[in-house]
């Protein structure tokens, strides 16, 4: 038997086949369409995975994918089944962009009892020429109000995060524009740190090329 697995060798292990979003693992790289629909931080870039992390929630759990390209920028990619699947592309902006894009009277009624916020960004024609333009949507409404969760670093697809590493707790907030094409994604941590992301949905053909790690 040692002679005929001598002579024979031993069979290579199939390929890894990658045509996905949900089977991206760190490392694994992307290329995006060249479309002009999408922002420069997006358009025609190849994107790695840096990091895989887990949104826990009551009865839910979502992956998300941390990608950087050239720029160094960080892209958060979220990949939504639901009765049409999609991609949720999304970056984080600071309190100083916050206060340039938007009305700060009208974002602080997202916190405010009972959710129903409405909120337009501030110039959006002139908006659209710089980096943020087309990220941003029109005439947003509040959908989220406090939605309770965990962050997980941790990549726990197929199964639950440990009880005993509840992550960090989160309040999200949530606006969405009339056409659902943009979002305004909030999340508010113990302590009062606060995470604002503008966010994209896109269909998965923006993603045109899978790259696995090798």
């Known amino acids: 038997m040692g002679f005929l697995s001598g002579l024979f060798g031993k069979k290579e292990a199939p390929a890894r086949q990658l045509d996905h979003p949900t089977k991206l693992i760190k490392g694994d790289m992307i290329t995006l369409d060249d479309s002009f629909a999408l922002p420069p931080q997006l ?6 995975v840096e990091a895989v992390h887990t949104y826990e929630y009551e009865r839910t759990q979502n992956c998300e994918f941390l ?6 920028d960080a892209i958060f990619l979220t990949y939504v089944e639901e009765d049409d699947s999609y991609l949720s592309l999304s970056i984080k902006i600071n309190s100083a962009q916050v206060d340039t894009l938007f009305d700060m009277a009208e974002f602080e009624q997202i916190f405010e009892e009972p959710g129903q916020a409405k909120l337009t960004p501030k110039s959006l024609a002139q908006a659209q020429d710089d980096e943020f333009g087309k990220w941003l949507g029109e005439n947003y409404h509040q959908v989220e109000f406090a939605g309770f969760g965990y962050f997980h670093r941790q990549d726990y697809r197929g199964q639950k995060p440990p009880q005993d590493q509840q992550g960090e707790a ?6 969405v524009n009339g056409q659902d094409s943009h979002a305004i994604d909030i999340e508010v941590y113990e302590g009062g740190e606060t995470e604002v992301m503008l966010t994209l949905y896109r269909p998965l053909t923006d993603i045109r090329q899978y790259w696995p790690v090798s």
Not at 67 to 72: A, F, I, K, N, Q
Not at 170 to 175: G, I, K, M, P
């Open 67 to 72: 990608l950087r390209g050239h720029s160094g």
């Open 43 to 48: 358009k025609g870039q190849q994107l790695r």
């Open 170 to 175: 989160f309040e999200s907030y949530s606006l």
